[in-house]
């Protein structure tokens, strides 16, 4: 919501164009083509295995690699699944929606984490948005509005090739 906060001020105050970044959320202002990166859920902080081009939106991003603990050789992230109180488990490390709200754009990239790509595909179309999906074993599925818009640099992680879907 910061960011939809945030396009409101700018946009009452004549800014036209501009970036604002809060957390995982982007604000994309104006027509000019922007382009983002999407970070490797299996690399560095700064490694991104693939790139968005985008203007005038909102873009968030859920995943399971930067809050977690590790205990008895099982990872625990923040993400939970309401219906079982356990950190989620949809077979998914990174899941980065595109809509045109902030608030939802959010809201979007964390169910989708829980749901799952299949279970997630129905929600998007409701709302409008487009997603990249990134699975545990590296596989990337990228939604039809997106594909012509999603410049792969790598495959994630340690996977010498990647296999891209579109839904």
């Known amino acids: 919501i910061a960011c939809d906060i945030a396009k409101q001020v700018l946009t009452e105050r004549g800014v036209s164009s501009g970036v604002v970044s809060v957390g995982g959320s982007l604000l994309l202002l ?4 922007r382009t983002i990166a999407i970070r490797d859920p299996f690399g560095e902080v700064n490694d991104s295995f693939a790139t968005l081009r985008l203007r005038d939106c909102f873009v968030s991003t859920s995943g399971s690699y930067e809050k ?4 008895d050789g099982v990872r625990y992230h923040h993400i939970l699944d309401p219906t079982t109180g356990y ?3 949809a077979g998914l490390c990174s899941v980065t929606v595109v809509c045109g709200e902030g ?4 809201a979007l990239s964390t169910a989708c984490f829980v ?3 299949d279970a997630s595909l129905p929600v998007l179309e409701r709302y409008g948005a487009e997603a990249v999906f990134v699975g545990q074993d590296g596989q990337v599925t990228v939604t039809d509005g997106l594909a ?5 640099l790598s495959a994630p992680g340690t996977a010498s ?3 891209i ?3």
């Open 165 to 167: 879907s579109t839904q």
């Open 161 to 163: 090739s990647v296999q």
């Open 103 to 106: 608030l939802l754009s959010d």
């Open 148 to 152: 012509d818009r999603f410049p792969l």
């Open 68 to 71: 977690y603990f590790d205990r």
């Open 87 to 89: 950190p989620a488990d």
């Open 115 to 117: 749901l799952g790509i």
């Open 30 to 33: 104006g027509s000019r083509e």
